[in-house]
């Protein structure tokens, strides 16, 4: 029940379209869906999260796009571009509103290549 | 500025010597997190520190240990690497309430 489960493993893209990401949690305790953009040889960075009250969240060309109904979250990167070549994971976790440590379960990442 | 600085970038140690990874931020964080991530897969919670309060996950090995003297540094520690845990190590820090956690640029750790 603490799974979130990521596709694709890998996506190739052409400079110019759109990368979509999708995810699947099991879990509706889980409170917060962050989404993490990683580099090699760097660490994860955060790119963009989502509570579960909106359905929707945008920062310029990234969007999430949250079910909660159906429990599945996306990520969309508009204009997609070389630099935005990474591996990028999904994470949920719940107790993120609460006082203490929090835990993120971690999709299994997608290695998103933009090809110019 | 980085401000979860981890050292060094890259460890190289053989196979059953003891080695420490070290963990320090500027962020004034109460929540330190050490992660284990292996080529191609996800970061692996091994332990976390809620101000001096050790939370260890169940199936991380007995072999790894956690030191936090201050609110700025944390260390990881591996008695006996084994070759298995050769992985990159990242720290991660947060504040109560509302906020991501900040991950470290990690530690690369290879065993010999």
């Known amino acids: 029940q603490q799974q979130v489960k990521q596709s694709p493993q890998s996506l190739i893209v052409q400079k110019g379209g759109i990368s979509i990401i999708n995810c699947a949690y099991e879990?509706?305790?889980?409170?917060?869906f962050p989404w993490y953009q990683q580099f090699p040889g760097k660490g994860p960075a955060l790119l963009i999260a989502i509570r579960p009250d909106v359905s929707e969240k945008k920062e310029g060309r990234f969007t999430i796009s949250f079910n909660k109904s159906a429990k599945q979250f996306s990520l969309h990167i508009m204009d997609s571009q070389p630099g935005d070549s990474a591996t990028y994971f999904c994470a949920a976790s719940r107790g993120f509103s609460g006082a203490g440590s929090y835990q993120l379960t971690f999709g299994k990442g997608t290695k998103l290549s933009v090809i110019p | 500025d980085a401000m979860v600085i981890q050292n060094p970038r890259y460890q190289v140690t053989q196979f059953g010597k003891p080695v420490t990874l070290s963990c320090s931020q500027t962020l004034n964080h109460n929540v330190m997190y050490w992660y284990q991530q292996k080529s191609s897969q996800a970061p692996k919670l091994l332990f976390h520190?809620?101000?001096?309060?050790?939370?260890n996950e169940a199936d991380t090995p007995d072999n790894f240990q956690s030191r936090r003297p201050n609110t700025s540094f944390c260390f990881l520690d591996i008695r006996s690497p084994g070759l298995g845990d050769a992985a990159m190590y990242l720290c991660?820090?947060?504040?109560?309430?509302?906020?991501?956690?900040?991950f470290g640029d990690g530690t690369r750790l290879s065993i010999l």
């Open positions: 879990n509706t305790a889980f409170d917060y």
């Open positions: 520190y809620y101000d001096k309060d050790f939370n």
């Open positions: 991660a820090t947060r504040t109560d309430n509302n906020q991501p956690q900040h």
